[in-house]
């Protein structure tokens, strides 16, 4: 619409105007706000955005490899980085919901320093940070919590003397996703349901392994594949799985199984604040019930979440 149109061109030319000839550096998440606060500093300066994509070793199933490609066609300088292995080991024998936060949080910031470091002379750090991310940090988890952590680098501003460029800031997520199709960004990056920074980490309760998130990577990519096969991927804000810290008996044949639970969750929402949880078909969870319990190797258990937000959160972490 004209009001996103209106709002990408004079962003831009704020944009040129403040950032002139230097350097900025930018984390891209595979999300939807990074990807738009991108596009909206390519169109402004070019090469001189420098955008870093960290493989946390957390996202979805292939993200990394996919996204990555749309970013190139999409004119932007990205550099993908490997850093699955750091992120595990920062991550390993951590249960605490906060702890595992902050552990991805510090290397996220390790990692970032050093690619960072290696651009000389880069003079600003852009982040996707929406309004709700503000108000959500400041009044709902207390202004200490660093719930954003995608967002919130928090440290690295100071430690790398960096000035933070954050242009889509008074933005709600519709709002954003306006603005990105203003800039003509492809659907299949615009329509993406929210994921959180830390990413699978917080959707496999207790401590983070490789295995386990192989196993909730395969779980999920069943459900949204599934989601996107009957049209009801659009219909939702937001869907994901969990995988429980228990098992429970099941029979397969005539063998008794002891495996582990996985949560469905599918939510409603306008912009993560409050949230119902969504009326899936019957048949559909059906669906992705069998095919989960028949493909995943480990998994003999599926449940659906039926909380809403509040007083549940969207995320069981
Ligand atoms: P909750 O679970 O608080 O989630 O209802 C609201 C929205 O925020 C996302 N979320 C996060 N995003 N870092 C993020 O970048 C986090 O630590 C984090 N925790 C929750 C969640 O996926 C939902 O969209």
């Not at 933070?164 to 990105?180: C, H, I, Q």
């Not at 096969?229 to 969990?242: C, H, K, M, P, T």
Request: glycine letters at 8%.
């Amino acid at each position: 619409d004209w009001t996103s149109e209106i709002f990408a061109d004079i962003t831009i030319a704020e944009l040129k105007e403040q950032l002139g000839n230097d350097k900025v550096v930018l984390g891209l998440s595979g999300g939807v706000d990074s990807s738009v606060a991108a596009m909206l500093i390519h169109h402004a300066i070019g090469k001189n955005l420098y955008c870093i994509f960290v493989d946390n070793g957390l996202l979805r199933k292939n993200e990394f490899e996919e996204v990555l490609e749309s970013y190139k066609h999409m004119g932007l300088n990205v550099k993908g980085v490997d850093a699955k292995d750091q992120f595990y080991k920062a991550l390993a024998g951590i249960s605490d919901p906060e702890g595992k936060r902050k552990a991805i949080g510090r290397t996220f910031i390790e990692v970032f320093d050093q690619e960072a470091k290696a651009i000389k002379d880069v003079k600003w750090l852009a982040q996707g940070t929406i309004y709700p991310d503000i108000i959500e940090s400041v009044s709902v988890k207390g202004p200490s919590a660093t719930i954003k952590s995608h967002h919130n680098v928090g440290g690295l501003p100071e430690k790398m003397n960096l000035k933070v460029v954050e242009p889509l800031k008074t933005l709600f997520k519709d709002g954003v996703r306006s603005v990105g199709r203003a800039l003509e960004i492809d659907h299949k990056i615009l329509g993406r349901h929210p994921f959180p920074g830390p990413g699978l980490a917080i959707r496999i309760l207790g401590d983070v392994t490789p295995e386990k998130v192989h196993i909730i990577q395969e779980v999920d990519a069943i459900f949204i594949g599934m989601m996107k096969e009957r049209g009801l991927y659009d219909q939702v804000w937001q869907a994901g799985s969990i995988l429980l810290p228990i098992q429970s008996v099941g029979v397969m044949g005539d063998e008794r199984t002891y495996e582990r639970v996985v949560a469905l969750r599918a939510v409603a929402s306008v912009d993560g604040m409050t949230a119902d949880w969504v009326h899936l078909p019957y048949d559909f969870l059906s669906d992705v019930s069998n095919e989960i319990i028949n493909k995943v190797k480990g998994v003999n258990r599926v449940v659906y979440d039926i909380s809403s937000k509040p007083p549940a959160t969207i995320e069981w972490e």
